[in-house]
Each structure stands twice: as structure tokens, then as C-alpha cells.
């Protein structure tokens, strides 16, 4: 159980261009997602809290103007990365936190997507 | 999130035991210690967390300290799949959101 799909798993497109991101969970609610980018070799930065319903709490540089997220859903929240350029090339990741069960920090991830942008 | 230290790297033999330290000297009374581990190029994936007790599931088990000062993951018995970098955290607020620091790289080698 707890499953967290992403697609697409990889893309590649070109600078000036939108590419939309989807995290599903499978097999649970999840009032909560959460979106991370993560460059080579660092770790996991946050970039976005999303609760159904409502808009997405950015952390502190991330440009929401740019970085476009729905939780439309108690299964489904896309990422949009707008205008794409060159320095956006990166794993993004997302995370869903179950409505019921589990711990208040027991967050299940998807695979990543693996975004490059030429 | 009250901060972690945690080794930046570790080998283990494949079969034998890993024991993966983590220093979280500033966790107050009602913190939990998180573990997740992250296989390269893959997203993370939750392993076990604990307030006070040592826990253990199918995974591994969490040994905490009386003062709860630092923590110990314990992976009976490693497999080269156990490769990974191993983040140990501990949360805080209501956003239910987690920190990620560098964590351990540990490699089970054959």
C-alpha cells in the first residue's frame, strides 16, 4: 500500500516552454502533497506545500508565479514549470501525506522526474 | 526541526549489521526521530520513526537513547539494495513538512 506515482518519469524540452507534472496516490487520500528538487548531488530541498482546495505555500525563493501547483484532488497535485530555462534542469519529487493512518510526518514519495531542459 | 548530525559516509558488509548514528542533541520533549532512506535516483522511502522506545519493523530497528539525545538505525542484515543515503530527522510544526540534511552515504559492499 502507499503508493505514489509521477509522471512523466523523465522529460526533456525546450528553454521558453511549460512542462506539467502529475504525483498521484494510488491507493490512499492525501489531504497533503508536497514538491522537492533536488539537484546533483544535494539533497532534497522543499519547494511546495499543497492542501486540497486551497493554494500551495511556497518556501522562501521558490517563484510561484512559475512553479504553478494544484491540488485539485485528494489523489492528484500537478506541478507546472513555466517558461522553462536551463537552470530549472532537475529530479523533482513529490510526496503525499495519508489522511488517515500513519504518523504526522510519515510522508510516501513518488519517483521522481527527471526534467531537462535544453 | 531540531538539527541532526549524522556521518556523511559508511560502508557495511554485505549480511552483517549496519548501524547508522544520528546526533540530535537539541530535540525537546515531544520531537520524533524519522528516518528515510533515498536509493540513488529514486524518491525517498519512509523507514521507521520513534519518540522514546526502540522500535523495529520489517525494515529495521530505531534505537533511541534515555536522554533521547541521538539515535541508532539498525539494519540487520544488509543487502547490497540497502545502498543508499539514509536521512535522519526530526520534525517539527504544523506543515507537517521535513527537512532533509545531507545524511549518510552507506554502501553495503559484496
Known amino acids: 500500500g502507499a503508493v505514489v506515482s509521477q509522471h512523466p518519469s523523465w522529460v526533456i524540452c525546450k528553454s521558453g516552454t511549460s512542462v506539467k507534472i502529475e504525483c498521484r496516490s494510488l491507493?490512499?487520500?492525501?489531504?497533503?502533497m508536497f514538491w522537492y528538487r533536488q539537484f546533483p548531488k544535494q539533497s532534497l530541498m522543499l519547494m511546495a506545500t499543497s492542501n486540497e482546495g486551497s493554494k500551495a505555500t511556497y518556501e522562501q525563493g521558490v517563484e510561484k508565479d512559475k512553479f504553478l501547483i494544484n491540488h485539485a484532488s485528494l489523489t492528484l497535485s500537478t506541478l507546472t514549470v513555466t517558461s522553462a530555462h536551463p537552470e530549472d534542469s532537475s529530479f523533482y519529487i513529490c510526496?503525499?501525506?495519508?489522511?488517515?493512518?500513519?504518523?504526522?510526518?510519515?510522508?510516501?514519495f513518488g519517483p521522481g522526474t527527471r526534467l531537462t531542459v535544453t | 526541526d531540531a538539527k541532526t548530525t549524522q556521518p556523511p559516509s559508511m560502508d557495511c558488509a554485505e549480511g552483517r549489521a549496519a548501524n547508522l548514528p544520528c546526533n540530535h542533541s537539541t530535540i525537546s520533549g515531544n520531537e520524533y526521530v524519522y528516518w528515510y532512506r533515498q536509493i540513488h535516483s529514486q524518491g525517498p522511502q519512509y523507514i521507521i520513526h520513534g519518540l522514546k522506545n526502540n522500535e523495529t519493523n520489517e525494515m529495521a530497528s530505531l534505537i533511541i537513547t534515555e536522554d533521547r539525545k541521538s539515535s541508532t538505525l539498525i539494519l540487520p542484515h544488509a543487502t547490497l539494495r540497502d545502498t543508499a543515503v539514509y536521512y535522519c530527522i526530526v520534525p517539527s510544526g504544523s506543515a507537517r513538512q521535513l527537512t532533509f540534511g545531507s545524511g549518510t552515504q552507506l554502501t553495503v559492499l559484496p
Open positions: 491507493d490512499f487520500q492525501a489531504t497533503t
Open positions: 510526496s503525499a501525506s495519508p489522511v488517515s493512518g500513519g504518523s504526522t510526518y510519515e510522508q510516501y
